[in-house]
């Protein structure tokens, strides 16, 4: 075995994460020098601790000038190293570098200004402090006598009350802690974003006392019991809990999250959208308190810096938030939770293009941990690794609620609407079921997957479709008559004529929230209506709020697109209605089917989740289409089957498994030649190993410009993982090596969850 050199990386919270330095590993460090281990090393004229982050049998400068590790210290900071492996494993195995890998699973020192609290207490005895206050009623100080006898009477005073309430400036206080008599301390406190959504919630007769669990039915003691006594014997595994939609399997995390909790071990609950914390974060805190935080993209840097604090310290013991959470630096991590595991929000979209449920399994391996995955309609991925016995199985069939059942459903075929002549964008049936849940006084839940106002603005005489000059797209019109481009964010006015052929006839088409909300209040003008979209959650509060306010039933009809769906619990729900159900069906991908069921299913489980019936309608053109009529149906195994038969056919994932190779380039020659080159070398390794990996391209993606980046791409089709990521880094290697990919940005995804 030749010489082995280890890249190490000295201060891991810099930020500066690519900032390595080479260093030789001595024969007998070989086998204990691996990925993440924490080493000292040489540094100038001193010793340094540092971290590995990469190993190489190459030098990169010159030989002699290398120089060979120290030592590698046998306890260093687990979490760091275990994050450091677990972003090898991203870099090996999802197509990043390591630096972007680095830079996703490591916190960085962050210019965050500290939180103090100030407290004024006695400096002497009380003697001393009666005898300062008879000494100043004697002088008429009044603002000292005002200070020392409520410091006499309360023992300890908040800066704030100190120059608030009693108004006392600091010189007065500074000349008391000249004489002795009181001190000032300081000590820092941590920002807490559970402060923003308790108010939220106050008035609303809610104990302030931890909540007990309720007692598990039967189904979820089951699971209960197998987790718990696997955890009890040591023993870490992948469970999958397939629970219709209202069976309780939030109960059942939160009776395993107790076992974790009382061994002293943390856990992390992912959850797939930021929406979801509202009800999700009020029900741990209850049953947890302040052992519970979140993390999620709308709080402040200062949040998010204080929490990670918090996690590190060992203050907290749940964390509560989207993919990045999964990195939250436990040291003693028992328990990781993926909810709503099919989501695609799970798969991160810009470089590192990683899937938090592999991750999440990698990094529950690092460090003794356990996951469950749950879901009403998980991914095929997940399911059939459960069918090969990889993951353990458990069904919840019924609805937790005792005498809650499943809603009925019924399917509106859009067709004869309009040949009936209704052209609104409610059917007959539909109308009729929310004039009763007005009159009852219950809710109805209405689900649009669109966003904006209109699909796209075109010329009703030529057929021009109005684009963004920078992004090969349609724009988007609003309700003030501004077009704007979803994926750059380029707006404009609609042009009151065609720029093609000059004609007056300019008109939106496709519908959205927002015109879902005009058509509710237009034939229901007394029902109080709220709409919740990304143009009304762009607030840091925004999500709470408009949840908070539906839950209080301030708000008769909830509009809203997918993340209205997902995981959320309004006893009060009644009808749920889905308008254009198959719009996603046209999506132009594999995956178009899965999510068109796995979005029906969840909107459908809205309805009834407490004592009263509920009722789905469900809007579409397609009503013969097996995902529609499984979701009808509730039937996620008979749509399972259907579907992986679709799949096998076509050797799409889980079958087998897809890289897409995506080349950027400002210039679409060179975007052009790129791709082609990366096209000839994939075929020459597949050639060279005798691997039947199927490459489709070079072609123009899907979206072929956006933010005047030109988008080709390669798409590699193979049934063995391993020989994917083989060729992955055989290309990388080509590309590193090849003056033709230079101003060319190209970037891996594995198994990709949307369309290019």
């Given at each position: ?32 020098a691996?990925?993440?281990?924490p080493?000292?090393i ?15 049998g ?26 450091i ?36 207490v ?30 006499i ?9 100190v120059?608030?309430?009693?108004s006392i400036?600091?010189?007065t ?7 002795g ?12 974003p559970l ?9 609303e007769?809610?104990e302030k ?6 007692p598990?039915n ?20 992948t ?20 076992e ?18 509202y009800?999700?974060?009020?029900r ?7 052992r519970v935080s ?5 709080m402040?840097?200062g949040?998010?810096?204080?929490q ?10 749940i964390?509560?938030?989207p993919?990045?959470a999964?990195f ?36 529950a ?27 353990i ?13 499943m ?6 075929d ?9 052209r ?7 109308q ?12 109805t ?17 030529c ?43 300019i ?6 929230t ?6 509710v ?8 209506v ?31 697109t ?59 053109y397609?009503?013969?289409h ?7 149906e ?28 995506l ?6 020659a060179r ?12 075929g ?36 063995d ?24 940005n ?11």
């Amino acid at each position: 075995m030749g010489d082995m050199y280890a890249d190490v990386i000295v201060d891991i919270s810099s930020g500066q994460l690519d900032k390595t330095y080479q260093y030789s590993i001595p024969e007998q460090l070989l086998s204990v020098a691996v990925m993440g281990a924490p080493v000292i090393i040489p540094f100038g004229t001193a010793k340094r601790e540092g971290y590995i982050v990469g190993l190489s049998g190459e030098p990169k400068i010159a030989v002699e000038r290398i120089k060979p590790i120290t030592a590698v210290k046998e306890k260093g900071q687990v979490i760091e190293s275990q994050m450091i492996a677990l972003a090898y494993f991203i870099r090996e195995n999802f197509g990043a570098t390591m630096n972007d890998a680095l830079h996703t699973v490591l916190p960085v020192k962050q210019a965050v200004r500290r939180v103090e609290k100030k407290t004024l207490v006695a400096d002497a005895g009380m003697d001393v402090l009666k005898d300062a206050l008879e000494k100043a009623v004697r002088r008429g100080y009044a603002a000292k006598e005002r200070l020392l006898r409520r410091l006499i009477s309360d023992g300890e005073l908040l800066w704030e009350t100190v120059t608030g309430e009693l108004s006392i400036s600091s010189p007065t206080v500074q000349a008391l802690v000249r004489e002795g008599i009181v001190k000032v301390l300081v000590k820092e406190s941590y920002r807490n974003p559970l402060t923003s959504l308790l108010k939220l919630n106050e008035g609303e007769g809610e104990e302030k006392s931890l909540k007990p669990l309720p007692p598990l039915n039967a189904s979820q003691q089951k699971i209960h019991d197998r987790i718990a006594a696997d955890l009890s014997a040591g023993v870490h595994k992948t469970y999958l809990v397939h629970g219709v939609t209202g069976s309780g399997k939030t109960e059942v995390y939160l009776s395993v999250i107790e076992e974790v909790v009382r061994a002293g071990r943390q856990v992390i609950m992912l959850i797939p959208e930021i929406a979801l914390t509202y009800q999700t974060l009020l029900r741990f805190y209850r049953r947890f308190g302040d052992r519970v935080s979140v993390l999620h993209s709308r709080m402040s840097a200062g949040e998010r810096y204080d929490q990670s604090l918090r996690a590190k310290n060992g203050e907290i013991d749940i964390i509560i938030g989207p993919r990045s959470a999964l990195f939250t630096p436990f040291e003693r991590l028992g328990l990781i939770i993926l909810d709503e595991e099919h989501e695609a929000s799970y798969k991160s979209e810009m470089p590192p293009k990683y899937h938090a449920r592999e991750v999440a399994i990698e990094r529950a391996r690092l460090s003794g941990a356990s996951v469950i995955l749950g879901s009403a309609t998980p991914s095929l991925w997940a399911y059939e690794s459960a069918m090969r016995g990889e993951f353990i199985l458990f069904t919840l069939k019924e609805r937790a609620v005792p005498g809650a059942l499943m809603p009925t459903v019924s399917v509106v075929d859009l067709r004869e609407e309009l040949a009936a002549g209704n052209r609104m964008i409610f059917s007959r049936a539909l109308q009729e079921k929310m004039r009763k849940r007005l009159l009852s006084g219950q809710q109805t839940m209405l689900f649009l997957n669109r966003r904006g106002y209109a699909g796209f603005v075109s010329c009703r005489s030529c057929g021009h479709v109005m684009k963004c000059p920078h992004c090969d797209i349609s724009m988007t019109e609003h309700d003030n008559g501004t077009l704007v481009c979803h994926y750059c964010g380029e707006r404009r006015k609609k042009p009151a004529t065609c720029p093609s052929c000059g004609s007056k006839y300019i008109a939106g088409f496709g519908t959205g929230t927002q015109k879902i909300e005009e058509g509710v209040k237009k034939i229901f003008p007394e029902a109080r209506v709220l709409r919740m979209d990304a143009d009304t959650t762009k607030k840091k509060e925004s999500y709470s709020e408009i949840l908070s306010s539906f839950s209080r039933g301030e708000a008769d009809i909830l509009v809203g697109t997918q993340m209205i769906v997902k995981g959320h619990d309004f006893p009060n729900v009644t009808l749920v209605g889905i308008l254009a159900a198959d719009l996603s069906l046209n999506s132009g991908d594999y995956q178009a089917a899965e999510r068109t069921f796995d979005l029906l299913a969840q909107a459908a489980g809205r309805a009834g989740r407490g004592r009263l019936l509920g009722e789905v309608v469900i809007q579409t053109y397609q009503p013969d289409h097996y995902a529609i009529k499984s979701a009808a149906e509730a039937d996620y195994e008979g749509f399972f089957r259907q579907e992986m038969a679709y799949r096998r056919a076509l050797s799409y994932p889980p079958v087998s498994h897809v890289m897409v190779v995506l080349i950027l380039s400002v210039k679409e020659a060179r975007a052009d030649g790129a791709a082609r080159l990366i096209a000839g070398a994939a075929g020459e390794f597949i050639k060279q190993n005798g691997l039947c990996t199927t490459v489709v391209g070079p072609a123009p993606a899907s979206l072929a410009k956006a933010n005047d980046l030109y988008r080709r791409m390669v798409y590699c089709k193979e049934t063995d993982y391993s020989w994917l990521t083989a060729l992955k880094n055989f290309l990388e290697g080509y590309i590193l090596y090849s003056e033709h990919f230079k101003n060319v940005n190209i970037q891996f995804d594995f198994d990709p969850v949307s369309g290019y």
